[in-house]
């Protein structure tokens, strides 16, 4: 899984509640994503960073929040989870520049269930 | 707006068949294209890109892929399946100077070997 690790593996939550899920990686790539996957929808992007405090908004953005502190950490916040975010979550990195040529590498997920 | 079809949910295939897993895209500009292969609880493993060159492509486990620019597809291909492939199958694509790395995935297809 290309040094990335994602914590916590499995969660369950209830609507209302705050939630952070963490993306670690560590050889200081530099460009890293979080995905959600839901059937019939494969992978959509939420956010993605290009640096420490460099973030931008994917395709499903909408609820979600992300930090990144630290070149290592990538933190996906649901500030007010819904059930619609019941999903399973992936962080991905780019392992060269971020250029459109690079392949990305993604971890291991994080299935979060909102009830 | 781009975006990548898989046209079939499921393939099933006999052991020791050739099988074949489609892919269609649409993007205005030139297309880098991916595989990806999920085995279940797991993340996203890598199998093959397209970026430029030889259209046949070869990837990780025997898999290859032809790039056809007039029919704007991608299958992913394997002379004789196992049934250790079976797995589900991402396809993804990326527009040449989208400068962010962001993929648009495929909403996946199922693979299942039959011994």
């Known amino acids: 899984d290309a040094g990335i690790t994602q914590s916590p593996r499995h969660k369950v939550t209830e609507t209302g509640t705050p939630v952070t899920l963490r993306c670690h990686q560590t050889e200081n790539h530099r460009y890293m994503y979080w995905y959600r996957q839901d059937p019939g929808h494969g992978l959509r992007l939420i956010h993605y960073s290009y640096g420490v405090k460099d973030t931008d908004k994917g395709e499903v953005s909408d609820g979600y929040s992300v930090s990144r502190s630290k070149t290592e950490d990538f933190l996906l916040t649901l500030e007010s989870a819904t059930s619609s975010q019941t999903s399973v979550y992936f962080c991905a990195i780019s392992l060269l520049r971020g250029a459109d040529t690079d392949t990305q590498y993604f971890g291991p997920g994080t299935r979060l269930t909102v009830l | 707006a781009q975006s990548v079809a898989q046209p079939e949910d499921q393939v099933n295939v006999a052991e020791g068949n050739p099988l074949t897993v489609k892919c269609t895209y649409s993007v205005s500009g030139n297309p880098y294209l991916f595989w990806y292969v999920q085995y279940p609880n797991r993340g996203l493993q890598f199998l093959l890109k397209y970026i430029t060159g030889d259209n046949l492509v070869k990837g990780s486990y025997g898999f290859e892929a032809e790039f056809n620019k007039s029919q704007t597809s991608f299958h992913l291909k394997k002379p004789s399946a196992l049934v250790s492939d079976s797995a589900l199958y991402f396809c993804?694509?990326?527009?040449?100077?989208?400068?962010?790395?962001?993929?648009?995935f495929g909403q996946g297809t199922t693979l299942q070997v039959k011994p």
């Open positions: 993804a694509v990326r527009v040449a100077s989208s400068n962010t790395g962001k993929l648009i």
